[in-house]
Each structure stands twice: as structure tokens, then as C-alpha cells.
């Protein structure tokens, strides 16, 4: 997929981080996030998608942190690895 684009920052593994995607993703048109996520029917606010943990947090992006996250994407696009579902 990356090949499809002339800028782009792709964040694999270690470098993957929660920190990472909210720092680098409103620099970019077009966001593609493949892994995995938690959906949590009794607190959607809190479902959320999975990152490499870091020191500073547990890797988990929040609906309502992305909320608060200053996205200029034209187009956000989600392939989950492996979904979770936590119901009420």
C-alpha cells in the first residue's frame, strides 16, 4: 500500500506508537491503520485501536481521544487485525 503514495510514514512495530500516530497523523492527507482494536459497547468512547505500548501509556488510542486529536485527513480508512468485543 505504501507504494501508492510519495510522502508517507509508515510506523511498524516498536515504532508504532500511540505517541507516534498522534504527533505524525495530522500531517498527512490520508491515514491507513491496520491493527488491532477493542470495541466497547457499553463505553464507545472508550473502544479504541492498538499500539505498541510505551513507557509513557498502554498503547491504546481512545474514540475519545481521537476525538480530541486535530485530524485534517481527507480520508481515514481502518483494517483491523483482530477486533474485541466487550459488551454492557
Known sequence: ?????????????????????KKEGPRYDFLLFSTHGEMIESDPLKSNLRFTPSPQDDGKLTVSEIFDMEVKANLVTLSPARRHWRGA
Do not use: D, H, I, P
Request: proline letters at 0%; charged letters at 20%; aromatic letters at 4%.
Open 1 to 21: 500500500m505504501s507504494a501508492l503514495f510519495e510522502r508517507k510514514l509508515v510506523l511498524l512495530g516498536s515504532g508504532a506508537t500511540k505517541s507516534a500516530v
